[in-house]
């Protein structure tokens, strides 16, 4: 997906925060390209996913996996070697590199393959092993020059919580953290526990704290926000 497009996404959906899941999904669904004669594979997206270590082989391959089911083209995994057999077993579909404890990781993965990707999703079954973590902060920091849209999950979120300085006033970037994940990174930033009272606020609060990161809490009901304005969307009437 490239960056205009989930430019697209987000203030559609802020400007849609009164409406339902259904304008929601209809929203999804229109910034996705028709297949044409004239396309060639990669042009629906290439996105790569840092994650995957020797005890998490499941998360980045749900990841990846679920980019290609939305309809982007091509997916990456950039995993430990340890995770890469695992993951290539799950699909045939993915592109798995087990380079990402190897200490050439940074540059091998800046210099050859970012400039490919169209949006990237750190974190998922990334673990807290200290190298793992420094490579993708390596990473991270080339994926920002190139402005590319990054979605930061799970153990991403983790480290941005020891490290908020990283993604502070990057725009093009999505913070996915659940219940746990955001009340420490709410604690680490603001320095009070959040208020689930005030839940919307609260998000709306860190977002900016955070240089207007995109926020989207997960939770019985997930709350988005880009520090400027938030919703709460209700995605059970799209179901049907
Ligand atoms: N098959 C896989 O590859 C899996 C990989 N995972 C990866 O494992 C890593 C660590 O994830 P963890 O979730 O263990 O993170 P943590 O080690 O930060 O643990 C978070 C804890 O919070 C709890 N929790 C979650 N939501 C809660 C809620 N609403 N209320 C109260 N408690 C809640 C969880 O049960 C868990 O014990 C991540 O990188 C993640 O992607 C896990 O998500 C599970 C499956
Ligand atoms: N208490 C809840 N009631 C209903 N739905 C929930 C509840 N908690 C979470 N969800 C739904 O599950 C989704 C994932 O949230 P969850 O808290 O499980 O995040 P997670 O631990 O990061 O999971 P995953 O890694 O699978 O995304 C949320 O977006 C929300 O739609």
Not at 85 to 102: G, M, Q, R, W
Request: proline share 6%.
């Amino acid at each position: 997906m490239t960056s205009e497009l989930l430019g697209s996404i987000m203030s559609r959906g802020f400007m849609s925060s009164q409406s339902h899941g259904k304008a929601l999904i209809e929203m999804a669904r229109s910034v996705i390209p028709p297949l044409t004669a004239s396309r060639h594979k990669g042009q629906a997206g290439r996105t790569a996913v840092m994650g995957g270590c020797k005890e998490y082989t499941g998360a980045p391959y749900y990841a990846a996996i679920s980019a290609l089911k939305i309809g982007g083209d091509v997916s990456h995994v950039f995993c430990a070697k340890e995770a890469a057999p695992v993951i290539k077993s799950y699909s045939p579909e993915l592109i798995v590199h087990p380079i990402l404890d190897s200490s050439t990781a940074v540059s091998e993965i800046s210099q050859e393959w970012l400039p490919r990707m169209h949006s990237m999703v750190i974190g998922p079954g990334l673990g807290r092993d200290s190298q793992l973590v420094n490579n993708v902060k390596g990473v991270l920091e080339t994926a920002k020059e190139q402005e590319l849209p990054l979605v930061i999950d799970a153990d991403g979120v983790y480290m941005i919580t020891h490290n908020p300085a990283i993604i502070r006033d990057y725009k093009r970037v999505i913070l996915t953290p659940n219940v746990v994940e955001y009340a420490r990174l709410f604690e680490a930033v603001l320095g009070c526990n959040p208020d689930s009272k005030d839940a919307l606020d609260g998000a709306i609060e860190l977002s900016k704290a955070l240089g207007g990161v995109t926020i989207v809490k997960k939770g019985p009901e997930d709350i988005i926000t880009d520090g400027t304005q938030g919703m709460i969307p209700n995605i059970t009437l799209s179901v049907t």
